[in-house]
């Protein structure tokens, strides 16, 4: 007798279906999965051993050497400490101690008569002065920067005339130190080496003085007066776009921050944005001013302002240099000199005193 297969049923035939397109899928996968091994084998092969050509000939195997990813750091430039005030004091220029007491830095020759103006370098190493005389012509007039560690004595511009005022240091740039002055009626620029000197082309009429520089060393604040009449000013170095601040006003004194300048109104100091916002601090005082009515000297921190202050009434404030808070508060008087002279117009140096360590600290 022969036997009869039996009939597979459908259920059977369903899930053998279902079996072998699993396996299918399973294969598939094991062949990409390989296939990507094979490829990450290559490229690291190719990595460590360093397989290609050069030129006509064949490559030995080299070990690539991947250096290390450099962190990326961020620096931000910490701000000088504030050293001793310096002023003029008769043909001497002195630094106030703590005590109120004058420590003498620099004594003028013999035939030195009358210191104009004062100003520290940047980095507090230099000094640089104007000097001038009123009849009695002197082979030392002339603008002048003093080394402090070696006391060296450089005449920088011999020029007779009419003074040298108002000294300003540029910030450091790319091409050094400059510095701006007044002689006569006009503001110049010249490198700290001495080597050229260049009007600066501020497109005023009147009397210009005063230059501050911004903290970029790409602009300037001056004062210039027309008639009776003195206004503020910033221009860029190149003498493009002036803009004119304040009317009535004078000294004008840029931020080591590059916020705001102070400058001498006619009831006290004032500050302004240098986009002309008026940012003086609200008081009770007539016309909104701060301190006293003199020339405006910025701590190299910018926390503080000084100036020197010649008393006309005894009932008010007492002649010296004083110190204030940038916002007008503990006004002190910290020494009883003005520096104060026939030429001179009591404008106070602040030193600036960098870091002893690199000054630069990681944000």
Same mark, same amino acid.
């Given at each position: 007798?022969?036997?009869?297969?039996?009939?597979?049923?459908?259920?059977?035939?369903?899930?053998?279906?279902?079996?072998?397109?699993?396996?299918?899928?399973?294969?598939?996968? !094991?062949? !990409?999965?390989?296939?990507?091994?094979?490829?990450?084998?290559?490229?690291?092969?190719?990595?460590?051993?360093?397989?290609? !050509?050069?030129?006509?000939?064949?490559?030995?195997?080299?070990?690539?050497?991947?250096?290390?990813? +450099?962190?990326?750091?961020?620096?931000?430039?910490?701000?000088?400490?504030?050293?001793? /005030?310096?002023?003029?004091?008769?043909?001497?220029?002195?630094?106030?101690?703590?005590?109120?007491?004058?420590?003498?830095?620099?004594?003028?020759?013999?035939?030195?008569?009358?210191?104009?103006?004062? +100003?520290?370098?940047?980095?507090?190493?230099?000094?640089?002065?104007?000097?001038?005389?009123?009849?009695?012509? @002197?082979?030392?007039?002339?603008?002048?920067?003093?080394?402090?560690?070696?006391?060296?004595?450089?005449?920088?511009?011999?020029? *007779?005339?009419?003074?040298?005022?108002?000294?300003?240091?540029?910030?450091?740039?790319?091409?050094?130190?400059?510095? +701006?002055?007044?002689?006569?009626?006009?503001? &110049?620029?010249?490198?700290?080496?001495?080597?050229?000197? +260049?009007?600066?082309?501020?497109?005023?009429?009147?009397?210009?003085?005063? *230059?501050?520089?911004?903290?970029?060393?790409?602009?300037?604040?001056?004062?210039?007066?027309?008639?009776?009449?003195?206004?503020?000013?910033?221009?860029?170095?190149?003498?493009?776009?002036?803009?004119?601040?304040?009317?009535?006003?004078?000294?004008?004194?840029?931020?080591?921050?590059?916020?705001?300048?102070?400058?001498?109104?006619?009831?006290?100091?004032?500050?302004?944005?240098?986009?002309?916002?008026? /940012?003086?601090?609200?008081? @009770?005082?007539?016309?909104?001013?701060?301190?006293?009515?003199?020339?405006?000297?910025? @701590? *190299?921190?910018?926390?503080?302002?000084?100036?020197?202050? /010649?008393?006309?009434?005894?009932?008010?404030?007492?002649?010296?240099? &004083?110190?204030?808070?940038?916002?007008?508060?503990?006004?002190?008087?910290? @020494?009883?000199?003005?520096?104060?002279?026939?030429?001179?117009?009591?404008?106070?140096?602040?030193?600036?005193?960098? *870091?002893?360590?690199?000054?630069?600290?990681?944000?």
């Amino acid at each position: 007798m022969t036997a009869v297969a039996a009939p597979i049923p459908e259920e059977h035939e369903t899930l053998q279906a279902l079996i072998e397109e699993a396996r299918r899928r399973a294969r598939q996968r !094991r062949q !990409r999965y390989a296939a990507v091994v094979a490829l990450a084998a290559a490229a690291g092969a190719s990595l460590y051993f360093g397989i290609g !050509r050069s030129g006509s000939g064949s490559a030995g195997p080299t070990v690539a050497r991947l250096a290390p990813r +450099a962190p990326v750091q961020h620096f931000v430039r910490r701000p000088a400490r504030n050293g001793p /005030l310096t002023v003029i004091s008769g043909n001497e220029i002195s630094a106030i101690s703590s005590r109120q007491s004058l420590r003498t830095l620099f004594r003028c020759s013999a035939n030195c008569y009358e210191f104009q103006s004062i +100003a520290w370098s940047p980095d507090g190493k230099r000094l640089a002065f104007g000097v001038t005389s009123v009849a009695n012509p @002197s082979t030392y007039n002339g603008l002048h920067i003093i080394e402090l560690a070696t006391g060296k004595d450089r005449l920088l511009r011999d020029v *007779p005339g009419d003074g040298w005022s108002d000294v300003a240091w540029s910030p450091l740039g790319s091409d050094g130190f400059k510095l +701006a002055y007044v002689s006569g009626l006009t503001i &110049y620029i010249v490198p700290a080496d001495g080597r050229g000197s +260049a009007e600066l082309r501020t497109g005023t009429k009147g009397y210009d003085s005063s *230059p501050s520089w911004s903290p970029d060393g790409t602009r300037i604040a001056f004062a210039s007066r027309s008639g009776r009449i003195s206004s503020i000013y910033t221009v860029g170095i190149d003498g493009s776009h002036r803009r004119l601040l304040a009317r009535r006003a004078s000294a004008p004194a840029w931020s080591p921050d590059g916020r705001m300048i102070a400058y001498r109104s006619a009831c006290g100091i004032k500050l302004i944005a240098p986009s002309g916002r008026d /940012l003086t601090p609200r008081n @009770s005082y007539r016309c909104d001013a701060i301190g006293l009515t003199a020339k405006p000297v910025w @701590s *190299p921190d910018g926390k503080k302002i000084a100036f020197a202050h /010649l008393s006309r009434d005894a009932s008010f404030a007492a002649s010296g240099t &004083y110190v204030m808070n940038a916002d007008g508060t503990r006004l002190t008087r910290v @020494s009883r000199e003005t520096g104060l002279g026939p030429m001179s117009e009591g404008h106070p140096a602040w030193r600036p005193l960098l *870091p002893w360590r690199p000054p630069f600290r990681r944000a």
